[in-house]
């Protein structure tokens, strides 16, 4: 053997024994259960957004106050950067039906809040989200009854504290805002000073105990001198060079439709669907006015429909009644099995600023359910007649009644009903408010689903009327698609955009402005009508499917159960292996 061979078997050998040596590799650790990283999940992000995690039902951290801070805003975005990797190193393989649905929610709302607050730093932009936190968590607060009363006044207390270092964190960040943000985030903050002075006492009139009833109303009173001095500031300081643009791009507005909503579609297609759908809906409203009287334009008999409404004190009456019926044509048309021990509570708005109608579900994740409110706001006895009449025309019949189904029967509180059953804790949960990013296509898309569902079944079928209440509200969800795309490519501005909700949705001027600036700070308020028309075509796959054991009842429980989700999800859950696209 030459010296070489001698050299390379000793090095074999050495080699040999130094392997026999070393230590075992460590086992590989096993990956992380799906249902831990979801609490860590939720639990991020209530401590981040305890106002909008209370209206899901988690009160973990009421007493506290969002953090918009530059250096919070900045740990939060590498928070949502580790969530991404740590849901990325979870396999499929391994996971359940619905915890890999659940899987793909979860990176598009990881997805969809960077794209908020990394990419489009809204918080750098928008006053909204700040006015919110304060709004949104005190009334709360004020509404649900979650906790006792004097439980929920000391949380008030604790979460006010945090209002000048929200203000604060507002005028370091917000430099150059758009102005229809900027403007309405004023008027946001207005409404939250008013909300802490005159409706928080009220909310907590019954407290018994005077040294916190005082706490909260020094509390409440000092928070809303402190808001009233940083709008002074903001509308002397920023309001005169508000001009920045809000437009996220054609870009931008894809990628929030393909994280919130998981629509993966080109901006020309969503076009194309809606001016079709717009179309069709136009035809409707015309063929059911024609159906009334045809002699006159559809817009004349519109007229009288609108003028046959509740006289202001017998609002709440027609609410229930309409609700009632809704309920009865429900039962005894097998639309869905309404567990017997569950009734909401049709009532007056409490004089908290609630909007015209809103349905306050007991949120899905609540240990203990709360009363359910659907509340209806009626005109002031204080107004001018033209304006209590301006109001309530608002709430025609026809129109109180489609509310209805979509707040209520069989729509937001029957879903949020079902909800309590959905598996897991992703679907249980509504994760966004305005102005944040909100997957809506499965939440409104049922709402708004159902709306036409019950008309199709034949409820009030011998009334037209009823029929063009529904596509009127059809086509200003339509129109809020459209007007969504065209102010952020670009396209269009406000004005443009209200002009169509006016001459296609037949709105007052008010309104459809109000409509078309909503399109400023909600890009994908598109989400309604999307996913109403997802669910029609869900509907008609399955019954496909299904064939003769196709059930329409059984359709709809399931939906239900399987919680808000987009439709990308529920087709999944409900066509195993499903390749067919969304929406056509």
Known sequence: MSPHGVCRAFVVLSLVSAIACAPAPAPTPAPERFDVFVDAFLDHFARRHPSIAAGNGIHVYDDRLEDFSAAAVATEIEE????????????????????????????????????????????????????????????????????????????????????????????????????????????????????????????????????????????????????????RWFEAERLPQAEAPFAVGKAGLEARYRAEELIDLPIETLVAIGERELAVQEAAFVQAAATVDARRPALAVWQDVLKNHPSRGALVPAAQQAVDALQAFVVEKGLVALPPSERVVVAAAPPFDLGLASMHSSPPLETTPVKSYFYVTDAQAAWEPARQEAWLQKFNIPTLTVISAHEVMPGHYVHSVFMRQTPGKIRRIWIGLNPFPQPSSGQDGWAHYAEQMMLDEGFRADDPRYRMAQASEALTRICRLLAGIRLHTGEWTVEQAAALFESRAHLPAPAARQEAERGTYDPTYGGYFLGKMAMLKLRDDVKAARGAAFDLRAFHEQVMRQGIAPLWAHRQLLLPGDTAPVLQ
Request: aromatic letters at 4%.
């Open 80 to 231: 949502w950067k580790a969530l991404r990797g740590r849901l990325a190193a979870i396999p499929l393989t391994g996971l359940t039906p619905d915890e890999r649905v659940d899987h793909r929610i979860v990176g598009g709302l990881t997805d969809a809040w960077l794209l908020e607050l990394d990419t489009h730093r809204n918080w750098q932009k928008n006053l909204m989200p700040y006015a919110a936190a304060i709004s949104d968590g005190v009334h709360n607060l004020m509404t649900m009854e979650s906790s006792p009363a004097d439980v929920r006044a000391r949380r008030i207390i604790d979460k006010l504290r945090g209002v000048p270092l929200l203000l604060a964190a507002a005028r370091a960040n917000i430099t150059a805002p758009p102005r229809v943000m900027a403007e309405r985030g004023v008027r946001m903050l207005r409404g939250a000073s008013g909300m802490l002075t005159a409706d928080v006492p009220l909310a907590f009139a019954t407290l018994t105990d005077t040294t916190l009833k005082g706490a909260l109303l020094a509390a409440t009173t000092s928070t809303a001198s402190e808001i009233d001095a940083f709008v």
